[in-house]
Each structure stands twice: as structure tokens, then as C-alpha cells.
């Protein structure tokens, strides 16, 4: 079983998902590398802030336009029990 990861994008006034991304599986390790570099999977939660910056460049990594303004990005990750990472991105330091 895998996780399931993907770019959501809130609006900041209201609070409500603007925008969201799932993850492709060929993308998954990428991301993880650009969005937490020095944790493990254990060390984070289950939805990591991530910048205008690095939505931009996950964006890239996934083929897709992300658009910015007025929102506030998190990587959101779901699994089912018992679900891991790949070891190359639950310890990529």
C-alpha cells in the first residue's frame, strides 16, 4: 500500500480549499526531497506548510500550473494503515 500526497492550496481570507494537486507516484520522492529534506516521514505530520516558493517548484515536478495568489499551501499526506514511503524518501538526509 502506498501514501497518498498531495498539494492543497487554502484561501487565506476563507479558509476553504482553493486548489489541490495529488502527488503522481513518479513524483512522490521529488517532492518529498524539496518539501522536507531533513525529516522522516515520523517526524512529520500529516499536512507540512510549504511556501509559494516550493508550491511553485512541486508544481513543476508534477506538470502543472499552481496558481499563488491569495493562498496558503500544505503537502497533505493520507495512508492507509500500514502504508510507507518508499525508503529513499522517508530518509532522504
Excluded at 11 to 30: C, H, M, S
Excluded at 33 to 47: I, M, S
Excluded at 63 to 83: K, M, N, W, Y
Amino acid at each position: 500500500m502506498k501514501l497518498s500526497l498531495s498539494l492543497v492550496g487554502f484561501d487565506r481570507e476563507t479558509e476553504e480549499l482553493g486548489v489541490e494537486y495529488p502527488i503522481p507516484d513518479r513524483a512522490v520522492e521529488a517532492v518529498m526531497r524539496l518539501v522536507a529534506p531533513r525529516e522522516t516521514l515520523d517526524e512529520l505530520g500529516d499536512d507540512i506548510p510549504v511556501s509559494l516558493k516550493v508550491a511553485k517548484e512541486v508544481g513543476l515536478l508534477i506538470q502543472r500550473r499552481v496558481p499563488t495568489d491569495g493562498l496558503e499551501f500544505f503537502l497533505e499526506i493520507s495512508a492507509p494503515a500500514g502504508a510507507t514511503l518508499p525508503k529513499a524518501a522517508r530518509a532522504h538526509a
